[in-house]
């Protein structure tokens, strides 16, 4: 039988630690932890659909830089559910933040010929590749 050493017993106790912080103060923002993507290519393009529930068009911003996209939004989702003889609010559900996501594509994009939409809290980006930007498979001696 194995004796426990005092790291041992460091390593039992701290999980139970944050698990005791976490049900004390509870991380869930109600935001989503960060945009989900899809990515899909052609000999010309990529596509790319972002899930990012309850952003408005105007708080999103996705960047461009060579290989580079940068997709970051401000989330402001209100929800008010009223008493109809009162009017007075009986439950309000509110979470407000930014989420981002940064990724890297094989070719740079044109990004003068990029297009982006957003549809029922999916954008949807088609990103052209950047003529003369191909990659080149070396040959090693």
Same mark, same amino acid.
């Given at each position: $039988?194995?004796?426990?050493?005092?790291?041992?017993?460091?390593?039992?106790?701290?999980?139970?630690?944050?698990?005791? $912080?976490?049900?004390?103060?509870?991380?869930?923002?109600?935001?989503?932890?960060?945009?989900?993507?899809?990515?899909?290519?052609?000999? @010309?393009?990529?596509?790319?659909?972002?899930? *990012?529930?309850?952003?408005? #068009?105007?708080?999103?911003?996705?960047?461009?830089?060579?290989?580079?996209?940068? *997709?970051?939004?401000?989330?402001?989702?209100?929800?008010?559910? #009223?008493?109809?003889?009162?009017?007075?609010?009986?439950?309000?559900?509110?979470? #407000?933040?930014?989420?981002?996501? &940064?990724?890297?594509?094989?070719?740079?994009?044109?990004?003068?010929?990029?297009?982006? @939409?957003?549809?029922?809290? &999916?954008?949807?980006?088609?990103?052209?590749?950047?003529?003369?930007?191909?990659?080149?498979?070396?040959?090693?001696?």
């Amino acid at each position: $039988m194995n004796a426990l050493t005092p790291f041992d017993r460091i390593d039992e106790f701290l999980p139970e630690v944050f698990r005791r $912080m976490q049900r004390q103060f509870p991380l869930d923002s109600g935001l989503p932890a960060s945009i989900r993507l899809d990515v899909s290519e052609n000999d @010309k393009e990529y596509h790319v659909s972002a899930e *990012i529930p309850g952003a408005r #068009r105007d708080d999103i911003r996705v960047v461009i830089d060579g290989r580079h996209v940068s *997709i970051s939004a401000d989330i402001k989702k209100d929800f008010e559910d #009223r008493h109809a003889d009162k009017g007075r609010a009986l439950l309000k559900e509110t979470y #407000r933040g930014s989420i981002s996501r &940064v990724f890297t594509l094989g070719q740079e994009v044109d990004d003068k010929a990029a297009v982006a @939409k957003l549809e029922d809290g &999916v954008l949807r980006l088609t990103l052209p590749k950047r003529a003369g930007a191909s990659s080149r498979l070396l040959n090693i001696q």
